[in-house]
Every structure is written in C-alpha cells, then in structure tokens.
C-alpha cells in the first residue's frame, strides 16, 4: 500500500496541458487578431476566476468586491506609467505590490466581517475605491482618462508586436496564477486552508491559525488581481471610475464562471469560463435576456448541483486532473502484503 | 445654523435608510440569511409603485395598498420557492442565488423599463415645507421619518408582542426545537420574508417618490441599508434606526463639505464605526 497524490488522469492531463501552451504560445503566428483578442480575454477572466474561486472556495471569504483591486490595479497602471514613466510591464508588476499594499490595511478593516456581511462590506470598500478615484482629477475624475500614444508606443514597435505581448502577457499572468494557486494549495499552507473549509473548528484546535491563513490568502489575491486588472486596462487603454469598478464585469461574471464550472476546485473556473464565453459568443445578442439566463442557469446550478459542471464529471468518473488529494494505492509488491 | 440644517435633514435621510435597512435586519435576525437581490427588490417596488401610479392614476401613499401586500406575497412565495432550499450551514448557497436574484431583475427590469430614470409624481406633496424657527422641513421627509418609526416600532411590537413575532424568535433561537414544537420553520421562514418584502414595498414607494431611480441603482440601496444594519448592531431594529440616522447625517455633513464628498462620506463614517466597535453601536446578537 502506498499513499500517492498522482494518477494517469493527471500525468495525462499535464501533458495534454504542456502541448496545449505552447500551441498558445505560438498563437501570434497561426490566430487572427480578432481570435486573439477574444483569448486574451478568456485568459483573464479565467484568472480572476481562479483567484475568486481560491478566495470564496478554499479560504471561504465570499467577496463581492474584488472589483475594488481589478479598478485599482488599472488605475495603478495609468499612475504609474504617466507620472512615474515605468514601462508598461514595469508598471503591471508595480500595480501587484501597490495591490498588496492596500489589501492590508482593508483585510484589517473588513476581516471583522462574518460570512454573509464580509461579502458586502468588500462591496462597500469597492465603493470607496470607485468614488476616491472619481475624485482624483489627475486621473481624468469620473469621466476617466486614455493612456497616451507614447506609452502605448513604447511597449513594442508595430501594432501586430504590441497584440503579441500583450497577448502574451494575459497567457503568462493566467499560467502563473493557475500555476501559484495549484502550488499554494499542495504546500502546507493549503493543507491548512483546506482543513479550515471543511471544519473551521476541527483546524484552529490543531493549531491552525486561520486568521493568518486567510490574510495570507487575500493579500496574494488581491495583489494578482491587481496585476490581471492593470492587464485588462492595458488592452481596454482606456480607464473610468465606472468601468474601472463594475461589479458587474468583474465580479457577476466571475461569480457565474467559478459556480457553473465548480466552486472549490482548480479545474472548475477552467470549464465554467469555457462555458461562459461559449455563452456569450451565442446570445450575447440578446443583451439584457442574457443576463437573466446567466442569472437563472447560476441559481440552477447551485440548487441543483451545488459542485457545479466538474462536480458532476468528478463524483461521476473520479477524475481529477490537478492532483490535489491523497489517495491510496494497493502495489504489487508482495512484502506489503 | 447650516450645520444645524445638515444634521437636521441627515437626520430625516435616515429614516429612508433606516426602512431600507429593516427588511434586510428582520430576515438576518430571523433565519441568518443576507439578502443580496435586497437593494433590487427596493427597486422593484418602485417600479410596481410606479406602474400601479401609472394604471390607475392613484396618489403614490395610495399604492401602497397594492404594493405591499403584492410584494408580501412576492416575498412568501420567493421564500417557499427557492430560498428556504438554499438554507443550512453552508453559506455559499444563500449568498449566491440571491446574488444570481438580483441579476435577474435589475435585468427584467432593464428590459421592461428601460434604463430612463423614473420618479413618482406625488404633487404638492413633493415641495411642501414649513418651519420651526429658522429651519425649514420638507413635509416629505418628516413623512418618510415618521413612517420609519412607526414601522419599526411596530416590527418591535410584532416581535416581542405577538404569536407571530414568538415562532420568529423561537426559530432564529434554535430551528430543530421549535420544529418540535410544532412550529413549520419553512412557513416561519416565509412569513418574515413576506414582512420584509411589505417593509421594503414601502421603502420602494418613498424612495421613488423622494429621488428618481433607474434598474442599476438598486445595489447601492443594499449597500445603504447593510451600513445602517452594521452601524447599528445585528439585531436590534431601534439600533437600525440609529445606524441609518447615522450614516444620513454623514451623508449631508459630507455633502456640506464637497457635493462629492456626500456618499463616500457616508461609507467613511462605517468604516470608522467598524474599526472602533466592529459589534456595531447597540449588539443585541453575535455575527
């Protein structure tokens, strides 16, 4: 008997998934622009989904309000490349420290929020971020402002090599957060986070600091969410209080990616943003109504199949292609016998 | 004089407040659910306010007699229908399908009304003032105040006073024995959200009346109301009140100051309160 994270699934799947990057990889050679665009796109929203779906289903801290550090982490990066004169990419990385530097004080203020009212009062800081920038005339007030040409120009030289590295920059942040949350959640800090979910109780009486574990968990979330916004408003290059801090755009659809894919797994925001966008390419047409049939599949799916779309594949076939769990493997080998 | 003037009419603002803020006490103190569609579902009573206005060229104070018990029925047949499935230890299932609620109608909404802003005509009623001393009232206000006491106090009464109000404190006590005492909690359940929904009708109706209102703005209401509740303390209704006095009178302070200053600084002021006494002003019940 031995005990073991891995299984064939896995192994396949990380091959399967290493031939999938470097087709993606190479997609600035065989994609159109208007393809490549729409998976930038599905890159960071597949982000945010991961780093929501961390939050929310591994450390239980239900945020409606992660909208506040995608908003920030743009408005960071027009700041930091217009009156600091950092490149760019510079700049994204900037827009993470600075992230994780206002989460700080915020944790503080809102972990004294339970459950259900942590989730509005992340709403609330949003609020205070959206109407704070609204104020700062510097960063064009509540109209917003547009990043100059010259930054823009200074990125790349061309039109196409600037779509490739941002392009390219949405794939890296996308690999490296679903890369960070799968290496977190398999160290001792996401054991921990994993007993916490499923006994608060059980975990703090083996010594557990869940306070800590949770604080360490918003910060590194928020500081990606930051980078991934900066990267949103880098493609958008142009930046507004509203849109910079819509709830809508960055929290409703994040919410309905990670709950119709599978709420506490790696794999579920990977289907459910498949799902989303494959929604959207289809009724995005009928505006208003297809939000309301996101709205009654999301409600659906959590009365129905609270585990959302992998939920159903998992409990079905036992798949798992990030190895998280233990399992135990009877071996051939006779001694053990 | 004018600061006098400012505390005075943010002292009427949180009456307002306070009834957005009521509905949303009542069902947390009575099931521990945080209604996310709460903010939406003010709206939409403005909105059903509005039609009935509309249809049959009623006073808007008039409609609340269908308003009211349209949305109690609105809020027993959403509580049997789909809430009551999503209560238990888990608290994802709750705070997202309410989450989910209030996409759908801010979106129904849209697509019923457009996005035009609205606003209820309620005649003289809307300018009317008078003045002690050297303030001037608006008698709208006043009205909306009063309003607010008096549904308070009489959410206290039913509370602590009535057959009713002992099944809602017996459940939200402990929810396995009061079913053996014969208590069905699933109708329990659907009672105090009917009574949250006929409080939230008549916040729906004075806010459309006071200011104009679109489908999108119903998440800001949610959010005055969640500052009320905390500033206050959980489950203490009269600390609700205080709490949307509270966050009213910030409010006008703020926009005292600088016009846009006025609700950030209302949202600064719950913070302030969470930092110094996160229990709130006046606790009745533990988070």
């Given at each position: 008997m031995r005990v073991t994270r891995t299984s064939q699934a896995a192994k396949v799947a990380a091959i399967f998934g290493a031939l999938l990057l470097i087709v993606l990889i190479v997609a600035p050679w065989w994609a159109g622009r208007a393809d490549m665009r729409l998976m930038g796109e599905i890159f960071l929203y597949l982000a945010l989904a991961s780093l929501w779906n961390l939050m929310a289903g591994y450390a239980g801290l239900v945020s409606v309000g992660q909208q506040a550090y995608v908003g920030f982490g743009g408005y960071m990066l027009f700041a930091l490349t217009i009156f600091v004169g950092f490149s760019p990419v510079v700049a994204i990385a900037g827009a993470g420290v600075l992230g994780a530097l206002i989460s700080v004080p915020v944790a503080l203020l809102i972990f004294r929020l339970r459950g259900a009212y942590f989730a509005i009062g992340t709403w609330v800081i949003a609020e205070v971020f959206r109407l704070s920038f609204a104020q700062m005339s510097a960063l064009g007030g509540g109209s917003g402002s547009s990043l100059p040409v010259k930054i823009v120009r200074s990125m790349a030289d061309g039109r196409a090599a600037r779509e490739a590295l941002s392009y390219w920059l949405a794939l890296g942040v996308v690999v490296c957060v679903i890369l960070a949350v799968y290496l977190f959640l398999r160290s001792r800090q996401g054991l921990a986070l994993t007993a916490i979910r499923d006994n608060e109780l059980a975990a703090s009486s083996l010594g557990i600091d869940i306070w800590r574990t949770k604080f360490v968990v918003y910060v590194v979330a928020s500081a990606l969410t930051a980078m991934v916004g900066a990267l949103i408003f880098l493609q958008k290059l142009r930046i507004s209080p509203d849109a910079a801090f819509s709830v809508n755009d960055w929290t409703a659809f994040v919410i309905f990616i990670v709950v119709i894919g599978g709420i506490g797994t790696i794999e579920g925001p990977i289907i459910g943003t498949l799902l989303f966008f494959a929604l959207r390419e289809t009724l995005a047409d009928l505006g208003t109504v297809y939000l309301m049939v996101l709205g009654v599949v999301a409600i659906l799916v959590m009365l129905r199949?609270?585990?959302?779309v992998w939920g159903l594949i998992r409990a079905r076939f036992?798949?798992?292609?990030?190895?998280?769990s233990f399992h135990v493997k009877q071996t051939l080998d006779k001694k053990g016998t | 004089m004018d600061w006098v003037n400012a505390i005075v009419q943010g002292t009427l603002l949180g009456g307002l407040y306070a009834l957005f803020a009521a509905g949303l006490s009542l069902i947390f103190g009575v099931m521990r659910l945080v209604n996310i569609a709460h903010g939406d579902l003010i709206i939409f009573s403005a909105y059903l306010g509005l039609t009935v206005v509309m249809a049959t060229g009623l006073h808007p104070l008039l409609a609340l007699i269908i308003a009211v018990p349209a949305m109690a029925a609105i809020g027993y047949a959403l509580q049997r229908g789909i809430l009551n499935h999503t209560l238990g230890d888990d608290l994802l299932p709750p705070l997202l399908v309410t989450f989910g609620l209030s996409v759908i109608l801010q979106n129904g909404l849209l697509e019923v009304y457009t996005a035009d802003p609205q606003k209820m005509d309620a005649g003289v009623l809307e300018t009317a003032s008078f003045s002690i001393g050297d303030l001037q009232l608006g008698v709208l206000p006043v009205l909306t105040f009063g309003v607010a006491v008096a549904v308070i106090a009489s959410l206290q009464w039913v509370f602590y006073r009535t057959a009713m109000g002992r099944a809602f404190r017996a459940v939200s006590d402990n929810q396995e024995i009061a079913q053996l005492m014969g208590l069905n909690r699933r109708h329990i359940f659907g009672l105090a959200m009917a009574l949250a929904l006929a409080v939230t009708a008549v916040a729906g109706i004075l806010l459309g009346i006071r200011t104009s209102f679109d489908p999108s703005v119903g998440g800001g209401r949610l959010i005055f109301g969640f500052e009320a509740v905390i500033i206050g303390g959980l489950g203490n209704l009269w600390g609700t009140l205080a709490g949307g006095v509270i966050l009213g009178v910030a409010q006008t302070i703020g926009a005292k100051i600088d016009p846009g200053w006025q609700i950030l600084a209302g949202h600064i002021a719950f913070l302030i309160v969470l930092a110094i006494r996160p229990q709130g002003l006046f606790p009745r019940i533990s988070g």
């Amino acid at each position: 008997m031995r005990v073991t994270r891995t299984s064939q699934a896995a192994k396949v799947a990380a091959i399967f998934g290493a031939l999938l990057l470097i087709v993606l990889i190479v997609a600035p050679w065989w994609a159109g622009r208007a393809d490549m665009r729409l998976m930038g796109e599905i890159f960071l929203y597949l982000a945010l989904a991961s780093l929501w779906n961390l939050m929310a289903g591994y450390a239980g801290l239900v945020s409606v309000g992660q909208q506040a550090y995608v908003g920030f982490g743009g408005y960071m990066l027009f700041a930091l490349t217009i009156f600091v004169g950092f490149s760019p990419v510079v700049a994204i990385a900037g827009a993470g420290v600075l992230g994780a530097l206002i989460s700080v004080p915020v944790a503080l203020l809102i972990f004294r929020l339970r459950g259900a009212y942590f989730a509005i009062g992340t709403w609330v800081i949003a609020e205070v971020f959206r109407l704070s920038f609204a104020q700062m005339s510097a960063l064009g007030g509540g109209s917003g402002s547009s990043l100059p040409v010259k930054i823009v120009r200074s990125m790349a030289d061309g039109r196409a090599a600037r779509e490739a590295l941002s392009y390219w920059l949405a794939l890296g942040v996308v690999v490296c957060v679903i890369l960070a949350v799968y290496l977190f959640l398999r160290s001792r800090q996401g054991l921990a986070l994993t007993a916490i979910r499923d006994n608060e109780l059980a975990a703090s009486s083996l010594g557990i600091d869940i306070w800590r574990t949770k604080f360490v968990v918003y910060v590194v979330a928020s500081a990606l969410t930051a980078m991934v916004g900066a990267l949103i408003f880098l493609q958008k290059l142009r930046i507004s209080p509203d849109a910079a801090f819509s709830v809508n755009d960055w929290t409703a659809f994040v919410i309905f990616i990670v709950v119709i894919g599978g709420i506490g797994t790696i794999e579920g925001p990977i289907i459910g943003t498949l799902l989303f966008f494959a929604l959207r390419e289809t009724l995005a047409d009928l505006g208003t109504v297809y939000l309301m049939v996101l709205g009654v599949v999301a409600i659906l799916v959590m009365l129905r199949a609270p585990k959302g779309v992998w939920g159903l594949i998992r409990a079905r076939f036992g798949l798992e292609l990030f190895p998280l769990s233990f399992h135990v493997k009877q071996t051939l080998d006779k001694k053990g016998t | 004089m004018d600061w006098v003037n400012a505390i005075v009419q943010g002292t009427l603002l949180g009456g307002l407040y306070a009834l957005f803020a009521a509905g949303l006490s009542l069902i947390f103190g009575v099931m521990r659910l945080v209604n996310i569609a709460h903010g939406d579902l003010i709206i939409f009573s403005a909105y059903l306010g509005l039609t009935v206005v509309m249809a049959t060229g009623l006073h808007p104070l008039l409609a609340l007699i269908i308003a009211v018990p349209a949305m109690a029925a609105i809020g027993y047949a959403l509580q049997r229908g789909i809430l009551n499935h999503t209560l238990g230890d888990d608290l994802l299932p709750p705070l997202l399908v309410t989450f989910g609620l209030s996409v759908i109608l801010q979106n129904g909404l849209l697509e019923v009304y457009t996005a035009d802003p609205q606003k209820m005509d309620a005649g003289v009623l809307e300018t009317a003032s008078f003045s002690i001393g050297d303030l001037q009232l608006g008698v709208l206000p006043v009205l909306t105040f009063g309003v607010a006491v008096a549904v308070i106090a009489s959410l206290q009464w039913v509370f602590y006073r009535t057959a009713m109000g002992r099944a809602f404190r017996a459940v939200s006590d402990n929810q396995e024995i009061a079913q053996l005492m014969g208590l069905n909690r699933r109708h329990i359940f659907g009672l105090a959200m009917a009574l949250a929904l006929a409080v939230t009708a008549v916040a729906g109706i004075l806010l459309g009346i006071r200011t104009s209102f679109d489908p999108s703005v119903g998440g800001g209401r949610l959010i005055f109301g969640f500052e009320a509740v905390i500033i206050g303390g959980l489950g203490n209704l009269w600390g609700t009140l205080a709490g949307g006095v509270i966050l009213g009178v910030a409010q006008t302070i703020g926009a005292k100051i600088d016009p846009g200053w006025q609700i950030l600084a209302g949202h600064i002021a719950f913070l302030i309160v969470l930092a110094i006494r996160p229990q709130g002003l006046f606790p009745r019940i533990s988070g």
